[in-house]
């Protein structure tokens, strides 16, 4: 088959697009996940905050999160994902700012439930923007590109909010880390378009070629009208059960990663902050090789399982170490940290090659809303399990649990017709 997307059109759309589209959720991953810093930081003391509501307020994000996901969603996929996203950023910036100006533990009920509301239209409409510039071929990578966007956040985000609450407070870790948002929003409103065909970077041809192999791709799905017979699929609704119970595992982890290493190392914020960057770097690694091979195989199922598998493993191994030894319990929280971010590209490639664009990007909404009471769900008891229990076995006993579930409904999921030979063949030709 002849090659119709040049070369020169794929290098544009790669080097302009993916580091707009990581930028963009690294800022809004920056502002919600650095509330676990601002709690080992000083936040709890300074406002009263006890353990149980330190928990609540971990999750409450996720919440807001859940309720807005699929009208972001449909407006991304119905009118204009970079209007939707140039003011959510412009309002989650604001919003994480708030935050270090709060004086009482009553101003962050609203401003972490709130923050997740803003937020909660970001993932679906940079999924929804991502499908409508990359094609097959491509999609696992570039939702990885979009997605390594959180692992390397924390990563980063971890050293300079252990480094501010060392020279400032956590108020002005809060401030500091919130205000980038508010600027990047005018450089995403110059730099992207909504679809190929507005974009004044590539030539007419480039365009016309592109959007008719994005077109290509639609003529050999089964047509699904609308979004209620989407989410009635029985594939969608097994992903959502996969996606809860795999964020619970990711978010308990995130949140309350810091003060779990804090408190078993007896080290100080920084240290805790290079060693709570450590699973992120793995994370990178293996979210780029998952994603490289799943694009060359069109493999998308097998490699979310094993990954999710070996991460619940390996919490298992840190639970049955417990305090025995630090460093080699360390160890498995590192692999369970990075086997758990490693299938993010794959799985977020399968709903738009089992549905139709007019439903895929609800149908990833409804999916990354269940994620959001899962990441509510994780945020809360294992905060909860370990101010209860004194330490974080019983917490690392839930997430492994978590993690199996989600193996379990990835399993019951069958294959799809786009992994099928001649599919490949296809795809290979561009």
Not at 287 to 295: G, I, Q, R
């Amino acid at each position: 088959m002849r090659k119709t997307i040049d070369p020169l059109a794929t290098r544009k759309r790669w080097l302009r697009l993916i580091p707009i589209a990581f930028i963009t959720y690294s800022l809004a991953y920056l502002d919600r996940a650095n509330y676990g810093f601002g709690v080992a930081g000083g936040m709890g003391e300074d406002l009263g905050i006890t353990a149980s509501v330190s928990s609540f307020l971990a999750a409450l994000f996720f919440l807001g999160y859940f309720f807005f996901q699929i009208p972001g969603a449909i407006y991304a996929e119905k009118k204009s994902a970079k209007v939707l996203v140039f003011w959510s950023l412009i309002l989650w910036g604001g919003l994480a700012t708030a935050t270090g100006l709060a004086t009482n533990v009553a101003w962050l009920y609203p401003i972490r439930f709130f923050l997740g509301v803003v937020e909660s239209a970001v993932m679906p409409a940079m999924l929804v923007f991502l499908s409508g510039w990359f094609l097959k071929a491509e999609r696992s990578r570039a939702n990885t590109f979009l997605i390594l966007g959180n692992p390397v956040t924390v990563l980063w985000m971890s050293i300079l909010s252990g480094y501010l609450l060392k020279a400032f407070d956590w108020r002005w870790m809060f401030i500091i880390e919130g205000v980038p948002a508010i600027l990047w929003a005018f450089i995403w409103w110059k730099l992207v378009n909504d679809r190929p065909k507005n974009a004044k970077w590539l030539t007419d041809e480039q365009k016309k070629n592109l959007e008719n192999e994005l077109e290509k791709e639609q003529t050999g799905m089964k047509p699904v009208k609308n979004y209620r017979e989407a989410f009635k699929s029985k594939k969608v609704i097994l992903l959502c059960f996969q996606y809860f119970f795999w964020s619970i595992g990711v978010y308990g982890f995130v949140m309350w990663l810091p003060s779990i290493l804090s408190n078993a190392s007896k080290m100080d914020i920084v240290a805790t902050g290079w060693l709570s960057a450590a699973p992120y770097v793995l994370a990178v690694v293996g979210m780029l090789l998952v994603s490289h091979y799943s694009d060359k195989t069109l493999n998308r199922k097998s490699f979310v399982w094993v990954s999710l598998l070996i991460g619940a493993i390996a919490f298992y191994g840190s639970y049955a170490i417990g305090d025995s030894n630090f460093w080699l319990s360390f160890v498995l929280l590192v692999i369970a940290g990075g086997a758990m971010y490693a299938p993010y590209g794959p799985f977020f490639a399968i709903i738009p090659e089992i549905l139709p664009r007019n439903v895929s990007g609800g149908a990833m909404a409804l999916i990354n809303s269940m994620g959001a009471l899962g990441s509510f769900a994780g945020a809360y008891f294992v905060g909860y399990l370990n101010g209860v229990t004194g330490g974080p076995s019983a917490s690392y006993i839930f997430m492994a649990g978590s993690l199996v579930l989600a193996v379990i409904f990835t399993l019951l999921v069958k294959p799809t017709a786009e992994a099928q030979p001649i599919k490949k063949v296809e795809t290979k030709a561009l």
